[in-house]
């Protein structure tokens, strides 16, 4: 979103709250998954059908009366009536959708809980059966007979109980981290569906709001199924300029039109790329048709943007590593799972790069990896290999209540560009894009 204004992306939430906070992205213990209930989540998904069941009959009867409020009832307090039912049904549809979305997120926790406690459970079995012990921490303890003896056979056994050690770190570290992904991606999911809560009416933003959580929660069974898959899309864009070709231009708003369109010409001069000519020439296009954007090109002229893809992207090779390995260790075949990093916030500056400054501003990127565990010769450690590729999502529009200098045209108001999209002389429109598959081997 082209602004100079907000460093983090617009979402639901405004600059004045604490938006994009990662809040549910907190350690889980072992004591923690070992004492959870996942059937506790189905119980509460349980309700929450009951609840949407009910709901969903009220809105049919409210559907019935409405329809018959349409014939042989006419007047001032008939337009009020028909108005306050409609509102009502609108209510009712969005809080019916988010219902469901509550019920198949605690679902899909249960399972993906359910799967943590598994990996545990058989890391504690183990451990037991080679009279080890798993610490607080997830360190593994030895038996004390083992230490300061110097019997070669001591030695072997204490290489074996090594070997033994590595594959109970691995499903304790494989646990930790799927159970904190699970509360951090089922938690943000709830939270999107607690925000519906403010929705009035059901416009043509509000129904993509909704059927993103909806889709979203969906998609759960994906990631907490143990096969990874789709995560949970960012925060939805802000309304932007409001519905589009809703208003009559005036004078200034054709030569506005008209100096922008003849300032795309100076913009690689100014800002140092093509992007956000391209960018601007397409808004003022007036199609509206998603635009692709070039994430390679983003990576190589935003060194903090490729800084932190590498940073969030090491931070969660570990523990993808660790699944992985479960997974192999528990099928005995060759695994391949998809994993992702969740949507993060980022920003281009001027100082960073002025042509994506202009061209996006504020972005979400997430990056998706495939990890493969393949086996070697016999008695070798199998191979780990990941293949990854990011990912970029962002809505070009603009703010309210702020002034920029565009390159080749000079300083004008975002009320005024946003205008051209009321009255139609430009639309705004979604963009996005992939970057090139990367291959590193672990």
């Avoid at 460093?7 to 906070?21: C, W, Y």
């Avoid at 493969?372 to 010769?377: A, G, L, Q």
Wanted: negative net charge; glycine residues 10%.
């Amino acid at each position: 979103m082209p602004s100079i204004y907000a460093e983090d992306p617009d979402g639901r939430r405004k600059v004045t709250e604490p938006t994009h906070e990662r809040r549910f992205a907190k350690p889980v213990t072992l004591q923690q998954i070992r004492s959870c209930d996942p059937e506790a989540f189905h119980r509460a998904a349980e309700e929450w059908d009951k609840v949407g069941t009910a709901l969903g009959s009220a809105r049919y009867l409210a559907v019935d009366v409405l329809s018959t409020l349409q014939e042989g009832w006419s007047g001032d307090a008939a337009d009020l009536g028909r108005r306050v039912l409609s509102d009502l049904l609108d209510e009712m549809s969005i809080a019916e959708q988010e219902m469901e979305a509550a019920r198949l997120t605690l679902v899909n926790a249960a399972t993906g809980l359910a799967l943590a406690r598994r990996w545990v459970a058989e890391a504690d079995d183990l451990a037991r059966a080679h009279d080890l012990t798993i610490k607080d921490d997830g360190d593994i303890g030895y038996p004390a007979w083992l230490s300061g003896s110097n019997d070669p056979e001591s030695e072997g056994e204490s290489r074996r109980l090594a070997t033994v050690a590595g594959d109970i770190r691995n499903l304790v570290a494989a646990a930790l981290k799927y159970a904190a992904d699970v509360s951090n991606t089922a938690g943000q999911e709830l939270d999107r569906i607690d925000g519906a809560v403010d929705y009035r009416h059901l416009d043509d933003w509000t129904k993509r709001v909704v059927g993103e959580d909806l889709a979203a929660a969906r998609d759960l069974s994906k990631v907490f199924g143990g096969e990874g898959g789709v995560l949970l899309p960012p925060d939805p864009y802000d309304r932007g300029a409001g519905a589009y070709d809703t208003e009559s231009p005036t004078d200034k708003d054709h030569k506005l039109a008209a100096t922008l369109g003849a300032g795309i010409a100076a913009m690689p001069f100014a800002a140092g790329g093509t992007h956000a000519g391209a960018n601007m020439a397409h808004y003022l296009s007036g199609t509206g048709e998603p635009l692709d954007l070039n994430v390679e090109d983003m990576l190589k002229d935003i060194p903090d943007f490729q800084q932190s893809v590498n940073t969030t992207l090491d931070g969660n090779l570990r523990g993808w590593e660790a699944e992985a390995l479960a997974e192999y260790r528990r099928t005995g075949r060759p695994v391949a799972l998809v994993q992702q990093t969740g949507w993060q916030p980022m920003s281009a500056t001027p100082e960073s790069s002025k042509d994506w400054f202009y061209a996006v501003g504020s972005f979400h990127y997430n990056t998706e990896a495939r990890i493969e565990v393949k086996p070697t010769s016999p008695g070798a450690p199998p191979e780990v290999t990941v293949t990854y590729r990011t990912n970029v999502r962002d809505r070009y529009n603009w703010d309210n209540g702020k002034s920029t200098d565009v390159p080749g045209v000079g300083r004008v108001t975002d009320d005024d560009i946003q205008r051209l999209h009321r009255t139609g002389l430009a639309q705004e429109f979604d963009m996005g894009g992939t970057s090139k598959t990367r291959n590193r081997k672990l």
